[in-house]
């Protein structure tokens, strides 16, 4: 029986990349603490920073009154999605000239698997050595990479030697590489949980592995498992090279049709609710929220709004949600089914609600 094959998993991950395009396209700004977000005399917030504004503790989702208050020196610059979409569009295509099998995270982020594309370069690393060279040499960008035996891991280690940083994690080096680092470096250890694990004495990796199971599952219950077998290095995910989701959505149709404005409100408030659940999961923002309202004659119009920044809170989605059904004739004509949709979805990291009130 053949042995199953053991993967090569590459974490790409663009070092700020955001500003980084704005510093190399405009030179002015090289060695300056630069922001990328909403004007720091309104409610905009931090989308990005470069690594001149993170020495002040400037970071993303800060206010940006805050960021100016750290550090009065730092550029402020809008966002510019298409700018930076077309950057990672080239960036990607870098990506695939030596594998197939890339997961998309975000436009700065992916997931590789090169276990059978090694070709003329012979190990991960080679690789891995060459996209950086790349990256740098036609973009004028630098990326750091996690190379490892699973996602997990992979990721850990891009972040390990940030900026322009290359770290390898071996198989047999897994277990000694996580060890010393503090739990909240786990995939799904946030700040909730941090705590938590704190609260019982856990604070590094090591900790964790060593914690008593059922210790665990009395704060955990059933993730308290795979919690600790991630502390281990353990992951089993593959690569997923699905299409990017372009929109989510939901829709009711009614046994009976209603007209109550205040029941109409009730179901577009559940339905927020499970969209911007959806888009949480996936870390997506939404920049375009539409309704759909299906008449008892199955007329059905759609009404949508662009919003001035994305976002994935329940509230603004239903709030939106009850100014476009109100553009139709849903209480007067009455209505069969309702939907809410979101599209235009970017990375949840540029989907700050404020990010540009008060520009």
Not at 180 to 188: A, D, N, T
Request: proline residues 5%; glycine residues 6%; positive net charge.
């Amino acid at each position: 029986m053949n042995e199953p094959l053991l993967r090569r998993i590459l974490h790409c991950d663009m070092d700020c990349f955001y500003a980084a395009v704005h510093m190399r396209d405009e030179p002015s700004l090289v060695g300056k603490p630069v922001v990328v977000g909403g004007n720091p005399s309104g409610r905009g917030v931090v989308a990005a920073a470069n690594y001149e504004a993170r020495k002040y503790g400037i970071h993303s989702a800060m206010p940006a009154a805050e960021a100016r208050r750290r550090c009065a020196e730092t550029v402020f610059i809008r966002p510019e999605f298409n700018r930076y979409r077309e950057e990672s569009r080239a960036i990607f295509d870098i990506y695939r000239d030596y594998t197939p099998l890339i997961q998309t995270l975000s436009l700065d982020e992916a997931f590789l698997d090169v276990s059978e594309h090694l070709g003329r370069f012979g190990s991960a690393t080679a690789i891995a050595e060459e996209i950086r060279r790349r990256v740098r040499g036609e973009r004028r960008l630098t990326v750091s990479v996690g190379v490892a035996p699973n996602k997990l891991v992979a990721k850990i280690a891009s972040d390990q030697d940030k900026p322009d940083g290359l770290t390898v994690v071996r198989p047999a080096q897994v277990a000694g590489f996580l060890a010393p680092l503090p739990v909240r470096r786990l995939h799904g250890v946030g700040p909730a949980t941090e705590k938590t694990l704190h609260s019982l004495g856990l604070t590094t990796i090591a900790d964790l592995r060593a914690a008593s199971l059922d210790l665990l599952a009395t704060r955990f219950g059933r993730w308290a498992r795979s919690m600790q077998q991630r502390a281990w290095g353990l992951d089993d995910r593959p690569v997923h090279t699905g299409h990017v989701r372009k929109s989510l959505s939901t829709e009711r149709t009614f046994e009976t049709n209603i007209s109550d404005e205040a029941a109409i409100d009730e179901f577009l408030k559940k339905m927020a609710e499970e969209v911007a659940r959806g888009l949480s999961k996936r870390e997506l923002a939404a920049s375009t929220i539409t309704v759909k309202v299906r008449y008892p004659d199955f007329t059905t119009p759609t009404r949508s709004h662009t919003l001035p920044a994305p976002t994935a809170d329940s509230a603004t989605i239903a709030a939106v949600a009850r100014d476009l059904v109100r553009r139709t004739e849903a209480s007067t004509k009455s209505v069969r089914l309702l939907g809410v949709g979101a599209s235009n979805l970017v990375p949840a990291e540029l989907g700050q609600r404020d990010l540009f009130d008060g520009s």
